[in-house]
């Protein structure tokens, strides 16, 4: 199901949340894979849901080995003790949209201007409670 791409931060964070709806779908699955899904971790998700929505063929183990990396890259660098830590483990949706936009860039479907626009947005809008 190919959606077309949002072009404001506004329509980002709302895909964002749908992206998040559709990811907690998979809770009841879990246990298939003995791993327990929750909020938290639910941001190893962001990616593979980043290629559903613009119609993208997770099965292409390449590409989606490519966008998961970039992803979860992107999350480490900007949750290090040491370094840049931006609170992403108490805010477990703002971490999922990092992930999400952050496989939107590694897709280059979006420059490193709008990425942070959206995550911005984010930050300011996006509420984990």
């Known amino acids: 199901m190919k959606r077309d791409q949002p072009t404001t931060p506004a329509k980002w964070l709302d895909e964002i949340r749908r992206a998040i709806a559709d990811a907690r ?9 003995g791993q327990r899904i929750t909020d938290a971790n639910l941001f190893h998700l962001a990616p593979l849901v980043c290629m559903k929505f613009r119609g993208l063929d997770y099965r292409d183990e390449e590409l989606r080995t ?4 970039g992803a979860l890259a992107n999350y480490v ?15 477990p949706l ?12 590694v897709l280059d479907l979006i420059d490193e201007e709008q990425a942070s626009a959206v995550l ?6 996006l509420d984990d409670g």
Do not use: Q
């Open 25 to 33: 779908e998979t809770k009841p699955f879990g246990w298939l894979t």
């Open 66 to 69: 490519r966008v998961t990396e």
């Open 77 to 91: 660098a900007n949750s290090d003790p040491d370094g840049i830590d931006h609170g992403l483990e108490s805010r």
């Open 94 to 105: 703002l971490a999922f949209a990092m992930c999400y936009v952050a496989a939107h860039y």
């Open 120 to 125: 911005e947005y984010c930050d300011e809008n």
